[in-house]
């Protein structure tokens, strides 16, 4: 009887990952938002991205993995004339790089939420980059919110890095997806 139970308790913890609880959320622009500030010597811009796709999953109410692709000509920001430098290679240089993208390496609980970790693509080099999110998913909806900075010169954004323009910008994640 005692091997008979054992065998059930084994086959029941060899079994658990395979009924874990795992709901993949859609990511778009309409529930994404992922925006921007940069600085200067003489004030602030504020911007973003239209145009998100992607998915984050959370399995047995932890958040495991979140995959992001923007598409950088949906930029725009506070003047318009400042959007059409942002595209142009002296930032973005959305013709011969169109697609940023971020994806999770690593995910940590933490007593204020996560710490996400993950590889950030911008003009075709990657990174990695750490910020924190605070994530809730309650009644088939995920909430994330994060507030971060990047150096862009870590990209090879360097225009204005002599005093002109701030290297480090302030980035914004919110995203509220449902099932």
Not at 108 to 114: A, L, Q, R, S
Request: with cysteine; aromatic share 8%.
């Amino acid at each position: 009887m005692i091997r008979k139970l054992f065998a059930v308790a084994l086959a029941a913890l060899v079994a658990a990952p395979l009924f874990a609880a795992e709901t993949t959320y859609k990511l778009d622009g309409e529930n994404t938002k992922v925006t921007f500030t940069g600085t200067k010597p003489g004030g602030k811009h504020d911007g973003g991205f239209k145009t998100v796709t992607g998915t984050a999953v959370v399995t047995d109410g932890t958040l495991t993995k979140i995959e992001v692709e923007i598409d950088c000509n949906s930029l725009y920001s506070d003047n318009e004339k400042l959007t059409g430098h942002l595209k142009n290679p002296d930032f973005f240089g959305v013709k011969d790089h169109p697609k940023s993208t971020f994806k999770t390496t690593k995910i940590e609980k933490t007593d204020k939420g996560y710490s996400v970790t993950g590889d950030l693509t911008l003009l075709g080099n990657t990174k990695p980059v750490t910020f924190p999110a605070a994530v809730v998913e309650k009644d088939g909806a995920l909430t994330l919110t994060s507030e971060f900075k990047i150096d862009r010169t870590q990209w090879g954004m360097t225009y204005g890095a002599k005093g002109q323009v701030d290297k480090d910008v302030a980035i914004k994640v919110a995203v509220t997806a449902k099932k």
